[in-house]
Every structure is written in C-alpha cells, then in structure tokens.
C-alpha cells in the first residue's frame, strides 16, 4: 500500500510570501494574530527584535514566549483582544493566519485608532474558499453569509468563490479605508485542494492626513 503524499503547498507557500514580504518592510514591528506553534515565526521572523503574538491555546504559551524572548506574547481570541483593544497593537507588518475565514479577525483589526505607521504589510492565509464552495447559494449552510462576506455578497451576488482574490482586494481596501490607508500593491494566488487556500499580501500607504495620528500605547 502507498502513503498518501501530505501536501505542503500552502505551508511553502506561506512562508515565501512572509519572507518576501518582511525583506521589504522597514524596521518591522510584527504581529502574528493567530501564533500557533511557532512554524512561520521559526521560518519568517526570527530576526524581528519587537512584535506581538497571540493564540488562544493556553497550552502553546510556554513555547510562545520561549521562542519569542522579546516580544509580548498573550493567550487570547485574537478577535475579541483587537476589539477590545483598538489603540493597542500599532504594528506595521500583520500576519493573518487562522484556520478558516480570517475576516473577523480582520474587522476586528482595522481600527481608525490603531495604526500610526506610514505603511503596513499585510500578510493573509484565508481559508474562506472551502467553505464558500460548500455553502454557496441554494446550500442550507450559510455560516458564511455574515460581516464583510454578506456584504460582498450583497454586491456581487452569492458566487464570491469563482472571483475571491478579486474581491478580497475590494474587502481588505473597504477595511483599510476608514483607518487612512489604501492598498498600493496587491500579491495573491491560490493552493490547496481545489484551491482552497487564498494568499495575499497587501501593501498599505497612509493618507498625508493619516500619518500624524497619535501613537498608541503598547499592550
């Protein structure tokens, strides 16, 4: 009998993304909303001295603060940490990596009141095309129709899957608007299994009005 072959495509794929997109920040404050075991950190951020992770498995904190000896390190809902927090956690390079859809999270993240840097990196493994293929419409799972989703699906209709990198531009510029920033490039591409997985990395600028926004205070 032949082992089945694990595919590593999104796991390369994520860490060389995250490598090309910290090589091309300056002076980068990191935070990692959803930490985990340390493989990205482990690959990606060993040399960033000053950032956050957070991750809501108490049991993965030992390992967090151990491999992160400078940085401030929390066991939490990320989502609800944010929101709780909006001055908190002024970062300029943010990585997104949840099982599943990153898009609470990430309404949770932009804030008008966090952000101070003149540009942001902003790196996303979104695992929202799994579950748009199985609750599209006329499907009786639609855990998916809610927040920004809805809303895209509100404008563009129910099949947000067969266009998503697309519109999760439309999505992350509809997030960064208010905050002051608009998204000056856009890096996206697919893996997985029927293309499951979604990658992007966006570069956000600041508005001239934007950039002198009081500093916040560090969680």
């Not at 999104?10 to 340390?38: D, F, M, N, W, Y």
């Not at 401030?72 to 909006?86: G, H, N, T, V, W």
């Not at 009786?140 to 404008?155: H, I, N, P, T």
Request: charged share 25%.
């Amino acid at each position: 009998m032949t082992a089945k072959k694990r595919d590593n495509s999104a796991l390369e794929a994520k860490i060389a993304l995250r490598r090309q997109a910290i090589a091309a920040a300056e002076s980068p404050v990191v935070l990692e909303t959803h930490a985990g075991e340390g493989l990205i950190f482990l690959q990606c951020y060993t040399g960033v001295t000053k950032g956050w992770a957070l991750e809501k498995d108490k049991d993965l904190l030992d390992r967090m603060t151990q491999q992160r000896e400078r940085w401030f390190c929390y066991q939490c809902e990320s989502e609800k940490i944010l929101a709780d927090a909006p001055r908190a956690f002024d970062a300029n390079f943010i990585d997104v990596d949840p099982h599943g859809s990153p898009w609470p999270v990430l309404e949770a993240l932009f804030n008008p009141h966090r952000f101070t840097a003149p540009t942001l990196h902003l790196v996303v493994h979104d695992g929202s095309r799994r579950f748009l293929a199985i609750g599209a419409s006329g499907s009786s799972d639609q855990r998916w129709r809610v927040g920004l989703l809805a809303e895209l699906a509100a404008e563009y209709g129910d099949d947000l899957r067969a266009n998503y990198s697309d519109l999760a531009l439309v999505a992350i510029s509809k997030l960064a608007k208010p905050c002051g920033y608009t998204v000056e490039k856009w890096t996206t591409f697919y893996t997985g299994h029927d293309s499951h997985s979604t990658h992007y990395w966006a570069t956000l600028k600041a508005e001239r009005s934007a950039i002198h926004r009081t500093k916040s205070t560090i969680i």
